[in-house]
């Protein structure tokens, strides 16, 4: 419990009493570090779209919660209250990105850090951690195969259960049959593979080997993580 109650009383003014402006000095640190951090967040950013939003709330939250820390620095009790108000809001929408989630954090900490005067080792958070995730988005680590849904039409004649098992087996690290269906008055059946391609594996030679087996039908090939 005194580890708990030493991190809410521990600040960087050795003793001193925080006054009005320290607090907008904390307030303008955690500003400008959230503003590098929606900056890496942008740069590195691999989906279709980021949102607005989502980015001035990092910033927003950076400043607050450097208040925050002002406000509990020195009484734990209060913290707890407070954390407890927080423990209460939920976002509007979802947040299901792990990287997104993982910046949230990362302004959190700024501000927190920042709040609580330590303005060095926020400055050197900020740095080291955007230098971390600008140089794993750079070197692309643990990229890996996205699921993909492959659908495949095949004439009713040629219609058997293994047709296309040796193609996935050689071209994809695993396969599953997800659904078959008739089409086109019955005369059409239609099948739904989740695969996941070898890393060597490109989509023009996986569809090309499949349109000579199946008549040279439609084949199409979705990705189900389209943002990251």
């Not at 209060?78 to 993982?102: E, Y």
């Not at 958070?125 to 195969?145: A, R």
Request: net charge neutral.
């Amino acid at each position: 419990m005194d580890q708990i109650t030493n991190l809410f009383t521990s600040n960087g003014l050795e003793g001193g009493v925080p006054n009005m402006w320290m607090s907008i000095a904390a307030m303008a640190l955690a500003a400008v570090l959230s503003l590098i951090i929606t900056k890496v967040y942008q740069i590195t950013f691999t989906g279709e779209r980021y949102s607005q939003a989502f980015v001035h709330t990092i910033i927003m939250m950076s400043v607050v919660v450097s208040v925050v820390m002002n406000v509990v620095s020195g009484n734990a009790g209060v913290a707890f209250g407070l954390f407890a108000v927080f423990s209460l809001i939920r976002f509007r929408s979802a947040v299901t990105n792990a990287k997104d989630i993982a910046y949230i954090f990362f302004g959190l900490c700024v501000g927190m850090t920042a709040g609580l005067f330590q303005f060095s080792l926020a400055i050197a958070l900020t740095l080291f951690s955007s230098l971390i995730f600008y140089i794993l988005y750079k070197v692309d680590y643990g990229k890996g195969k996205d699921t993909q849904i492959l659908k495949v039409t095949v004439p009713e004649n040629l219609n058997h259960e293994s047709l296309f098992d040796d193609i996935l087996k050689e071209r994809t690290e695993s396969y599953q049959l997800r659904q078959v269906e008739t089409t086109n008055l019955g005369t059409m059946i239609l099948y739904t593979f989740a695969i996941r391609s070898k890393t060597d594996t490109k989509d023009q030679d996986l569809l090309n080997e499949i349109r000579v087996r199946n008549a040279n039908l439609k084949v199409s090939l979705s990705y189900l993580n389209i943002l990251d």
